[in-house]
Each structure stands twice: as C-alpha cells, then as structure tokens.
C-alpha cells in the first residue's frame, strides 16, 4: 500500500529549474570572453538538471573552457575553487529572482501542485525532498503557499550526499514512519529518479522541456511511469496505486479521479 507521497521542489512544483539555468546563463556570459547564448547553456544545463550546485558549475566551466577565468577571480569572488567563483555569480542572479514572490507564484507546475493538495487532502503522509538549501527551500514555499502541505521537509543542509544518493529519500520514510515501498516519489529530472530508486520507492517522473529527453534516454523507469502529457498525471498515479491495492484505491480514490482533479488542477 502506498501510504506516503514524497515531493521534489525544482522543476516538480516550481519552475525553478528553468529560473536556474536561466541564472547559470548569465554567470556564464559574465565570464566568458566570447558571446555565449542561453540556449548553448541550456542545451548543457540538460545533462546535469537537478545534481548539485558543485557539479553543475564544473560542468559549465568544463564544457566553455572558463577555468581559468575563474581562476583568476578566486579573491574578488571570496572563494576557494573555479567553480565557486561560477556559483556564486549565478546565485547572486537567482537571489533576485527569488526575491519576487510574484515570479514564483507564476511559475508554478500546477498539475503537480494539484497532486500533492489532493495527497494532503486523502490523508496520505506527506514529504518535500529538495536538494536546495533550506534558504531557499523556505522562501519558495512562502511565495507560493505550499509550506503547510507537508509534514516533512527537507533540503540539502539535512543530508550528507545529494541526489542521485538515495540518503535524502531515505531518511523522509523514516521521519514519515514508512517504509521505502509504501512511498511514492514525484520527481522531474533523472538524477532525481535514481535517488528514489536506490531508496527502494516507486517512482513517477513528470518531464519537462529540460528533462524529457534525458529521462526517456536513460531508461531508468518503464515509460508507464513517466508523463509528458501532464493531463494524464492523475491517470497514471490512480494506475500506480491500483497496482499495490488491488481493486481499491482508497484514501486517494475521491481526489485522483476526475472528482477532485481535471486537467491538471484541483476543482
């Protein structure tokens, strides 16, 4: 039985994941010595969606030969590695985004948010799992309201290892008092995928333009299990949960029909 609903927060209920690249864009161009466009960045930010901040700034350096570069603003930037200098240039941009409620409130993935409303409302337990930092962990629920629908969260400051370690899953069934089976994780990006496999947990991933291509390529679910078409997200959540209960699907069977959920939004 399904009796926990896991949650992450970047590119599952906000649209933050596309906010951060956008932010990796500018602090890349700050540095480069040649024209860089965001959509040369974006096409990178793909393979590295939703790993830590540590190698995603590598990664772009890597890939646009910035190493040195940032070397070189190692004092300026108060920072001890290249990547830092990348990292702290980009969160001084995604700091501003973050700072307007109002662009967090527009970009929210409304059909996931719809999900976890409808969890709470069942009664199923629930848990954010973020590899963001508590700072910002707590200013997007603030802006968008979704703080009092868990009863767990957690960010990056919680635990040791990021995602794809399973560490962060783990310890929300414990707090939550479930076991990894009777857990289902919503995620959006394969690195989060692998995580709530290696904790032993059903999975659903809802793709996005940054992710669906390395989500179907990677292979790491049944394609059953990943959505492109968000309408279809409470039909393949009634479909999981069939599968552990057998005929019924209660608690959730009043909010995953077509009852409490249309087209991706709570009615």
């Known amino acids: 039985m399904i009796r926990a609903a896991l949650f992450d927060l970047d590119g599952t209920l906000v649209k933050t994941e596309w906010l951060k690249m956008l932010s990796y864009a500018d602090a890349v161009q700050q540095l480069s010595p040649t024209s860089v466009t965001i959509e040369q960045v974006q096409q990178v930010f793909m393979q590295v969606v ?15 030969n910035l190493a040195v570069v940032a070397q070189a603003r190692l004092a300026e930037m108060n ?4 990547w830092q200098v990348l990292a702290r240039l980009r ?44 700072e910002q962990v707590t200013r997007i629920l603030d802006a968008v309201g979704l703080a009092d629908q868990f009863e767990v969260i957690l960010s990056r400051d919680d635990v040791e290892k990021p995602k794809p370690d399973p560490e962060i899953y783990l310890l929300a069934a414990r707090l939550l008092d479930t076991q990894p089976d009777e857990c289902l994780v919503i995620e959006d990006s394969p ?37 492109d078409d968000p309408v279809t997200l409470p039909a393949v959540v009634e479909r999981m949960i069939k599968g552990h209960l057998g005929d019924s699907i209660a608690p959730w069977q009043n909010t995953l029909g077509g009852r409490n959920i249309q087209n991706g939004k709570s009615i």
């Open 50 to 64: 939703g790993r830590s901040r540590e190698q995603v700034a590598t990664t772009l350096l890597e890939h646009f």
């Open 91 to 134: 969160m001084q941009v995604y700091d501003m985004m973050l700072a307007d409620p109002q662009v967090l409130r527009a970009n929210q993935w409304e059909h996931n948010v719809a999900l976890l409303r409808a969890a709470k409302q069942s009664g199923c337990r629930t848990a954010l799992a973020s590899m963001s930092y508590c």
């Open 191 to 227: 690195v989060g995928v692998q995580a709530a496999v290696a904790a032993g947990m059903n999975c659903i991933a809802v793709a996005t333009p940054l992710t669906r291509e390395q989500l179907h390529a990677q292979k790491l679910l049944s394609s059953e299990w990943i959505v």
């Open 79 to 82: 920072a001890q590695f290249p």
